[in-house]
Nanobody
Framework: QVQLVESGGGLVQAGASLRVSCTESGGTFSTYAMAWLRQTPGKEREFVASISRRGFMTYYEDSVKGRFTISRDNTKNTVYLQMNNLKPEDTAVYYC???????????????WGQGTQVTVSS
């Protein structure tokens, strides 16, 4: 059974940087395209970024382009989201997800992690 575990969230001030990680187990990580999404209370979960199976292609939601970088290490079964110049509007629970089949770059999604909270204070 595929499991995804996110880590690295926290409370930071506006302008700071933070890296969140997601480690996969129980599956074949190198065969999965991966995505990060985020959700705030009362809103739909929204796409943030995705990365192809071997990491050669990435795709970003417009509001994070130039600030966030998605990467992966297939030897560690881990996908990362480096977030720089964070803004209060980036506050959300961040989830990683396995993109279903050939649905890169924006899903749908097959497996989800439990999420990690990122809070950016002004």
């Amino acid at each position: 059974q595929v499991q995804l575990v996110e880590s690295g969230g926290g409370l930071v001030q506006a302008g700071a940087s933070l890296r969140v990680s997601c480690t996969e187990s129980g599956g074949t990580f190198s065969t999965y395209a991966m995505a990060w999404l985020r959700q705030t209370p009362g809103k739909e979960r929204e796409f943030v970024a995705s990365i192809s199976r071997r990491g050669f292609m990435t795709y970003y939601e417009d509001s994070v382009k130039g600030r966030f970088t998605i990467s992966r290490d297939n030897t560690k079964n881990t996908v990362y989201l480096q977030m720089n110049n964070l803004k209060p509007e980036d506050t959300a629970v961040y989830y990683c997800a396995v993109i279903l089949g050939n649905s890169w770059p924006k899903g749908p999604y097959e497996y989800w992690g439990q999420g990690t909270q990122v809070t950016v204070s002004s």
